[in-house]
C-alpha cells in the first residue's frame, strides 16, 4: 500500500478549518503538523484535528516527517512562505490567489524554477465541482456546438459588513476587493473552460460599504480564442455562484447554492446544470421551438478532490491541473480588471504579464 | 360607451402581421386600413385581417377615418413616415427602435414639438412583461434592498442565418447587429426598472456568420444613479431572455421562454421569476442558508397592452409611458455601445445624445 502525503498546516485562520474538515477525511493524507505565529492559534487546531504543532516555521520545515505545507496564510504573505518551503524542499499547495502582486508570483516561479522536482499546486477548487466537469465534456464533445460567450458571477454579502480597517477593505491587501478573493476563481473557471484571457474592461466601485475597496466589479473580456466573458464579482448581495455558456446548438445555465460552498462533501447536491436546445426546428423564427433539460452532475467533492491530486502528484507522479503558469494568469487578469477599472481603459494581459 | 381607435397599418412586413394578431383583438383598436408600397403586400395583409387598403401612404394620411398609424416600416425609413404622419394630424406608435440614427430621432421630436397634441409612442413592448411590471414593484417596495446591478441578455440565433445583403447584416442599418434589434428591448428594460444609462464599454464582433455585421456583443454600463448593468446582445445562440438584479437584501432572476415572445396572449405563462434571500442570518459567513422561492406573475398581454394604452391615449387622453425622450435614450445607449465596439474606449451616452 502507498504511503500518505505527510502534510503540515501553515497559516490556521477560518479557510485552515474548512480545507482541514475535507482533506482529514482522505485516506491518502495524513495531517501531521501545523504552524501559526500565534500560540493559541496552533493549540486550538492541533487539538482539534489530532495533529502536533510547531513553534516556528523554520522547526516546521525542518521535519524528516513532513512532504508538504498546506499554505492558508494571508494572500499577501503567500510568496515568502512559500518560497522558504520550497528552498526546504517541501512540496507546496496553496490557496487562491497564488499572490496579488506579479512581483510575488514571479519569486514562486523562479524558486520552482530552481526546485524543479517540488510540486506546487494552487486551489482553485471550483473547476473541480461536478457541473464544471461536465460543462467541460459538453462544450468538447460539441452537443453546444461554437461556444460565442461565457458569463460567470460570483458574489456574497461580504462587502456590507466589512468593518475600516480590514484587509478586505484594503486596494492593496484585496485588489478589486471581490474580484481577488471571489471573481479568481471564476477566470479560472473560464480558463479550464475556453482557455486564457487576452484584454479586459472593468466597471466598478465601493457602493454601499464602509470601505474604500470596490464591492462592485463588473468585467468584460476578449480570450485568446476570440471567444468573450462577463465576470460579476460582486460584495453587495446574498451568494451568487452561476455560470452559462452559449453556444451555436445550445446554452448551458450552472447554479450553486452558495449556502454550501464549504461544505464540499455536499456542493455539488445543490447545484443544478441545464441545457436549452431546439425542439423544433423550422424556417420560420416564430416556429421554433425551445427545450430546457437538466442535466446529471457527477457528484465531485472540490475542496478533497483537489488535495488528492495533490497527493498523488507528491507520492505517485501524477499531474497537476493548475501550476505556476494557470494560477500567475489567473491573477494577471485580477490585476489586468482592477488597473481596468481605475484607468477606464482596455488593459491587455500581456501588459500585467510582461 | 367611447369609440374605438381607427387604427391604419404602415409597413407590412413580419412583424405587422405579429402586431395585428394582438391588436385587432383588443376592444379599443379597430384596423380601418393599410398600406405598403408592395400592393401584393396590401392585399394579402387586408385579406386577412378584413380591412381596407390605400393607394398611397398619402392617400391613407388623409382619410378622415384614421386617428392614428401603426409603423412597422424598415427601422432606417421610421423617421420620415412618422413625420409625414404627424404632419396629417395622426397619433402615430412605430415598432422599437425609434431610429438607427440620433438625426432621424430628433427629426421626430421637432415635428413632435411643432405638434404638441399628437400622441406618440415607441412599441417597447418587454417593460409590460408581467414579471417586470412584478420586479419592479419588488425593487421600489424595498424587498430587494439596495440595487447595485442588473443583468440582462436577450439573445436568439438569427445572426446564424442571415445571408449577405440583408440589412440586419449591415452596420449601417443595423449597428451592433443584435444591439440595435434585441438589445435595445433590454436597454429601455434597464430605463424602466433603474433609470438612464451614463456611460458604456462595448466588446463585440461578428462570430459564427457570413455578414460584417457583429453578432456578439457584450456591454457593460454606470447608470446615472450609480448602479451598473450588464448587457448581452448576441445572434448566435438559443433564444435568450433573462434579467437578473442584485440587491443588498435579494436577489431577482427573471427568464422567459424566448420560444412564446411573438404569442403575446401566452408570453408570461413561459416565464418565471424567482427570488433569492437569506433564510437565516447569522454573524458566521459560513453558516447561513440562502432561499430562492417562486414569485408569482401577473398576467399581462405585453403587445397587447402597449396598444392599449396608445388607444387610451388618444381616445381618453391617457399618458404614454414611454415617449420619444425615452425611446430615443434607448437608442443613444444602443449608439454609444456600437461606437464603444468600434473605438476600444469607454463612450459617454451624453456625446451620442449632444
Redesign the interface.
Known sequence: MTRKLRLAAVGLG?WAY?QADSYTKSDKIELVTCFSRNPEKRQKFAAKYGCQTDESYEALLAREDVDAVIVTVPNDAHADVIVQAIEAGKHVCVEKPISITMEDAKKIEDALAKHPDIKFTVLHSARRLGGLRKMKELIDSGRVG?V??I?V?F????G??IKPGNWRGNPAQAPGGPLTQLGVHQIDNIQYLLGRVKRV?????P??TEVENA??T?????LES?Q?A?I?A?W?????FSI?V??????LYYTL???WW?NSDVTDKYTTLKI???ATMTDD??N???K?SDVEIPICNHLLDEMEEFADAVLEGGSLEIGVKEATHNVAVVLAAVKSMYE???VEVSEIEG
Chains 1, 2 share one sequence.
Open positions: 477560518r474548512i461554437q460565442s460567450t458569463e458571477n458574489s456574497n454579502e461580504r456590507l459588513e474592461f472593468c466597471f466598478g466601485k457602493m454601499y464591492t462592485v463588473q468585467t468584460i473580456c476578449e476570440g468573450q462577463y460579476a460582486n453587495a448581495c446574498p451568494g451568487v452559462n452559449f453556444g451555436t446548438k445550445a446554452n447554492d452558495f449556502s464549504s436549452q436546445e431546439f423564427p416564430d421554433r421551438e425551445l430546457i477606464g481603459r482596455i
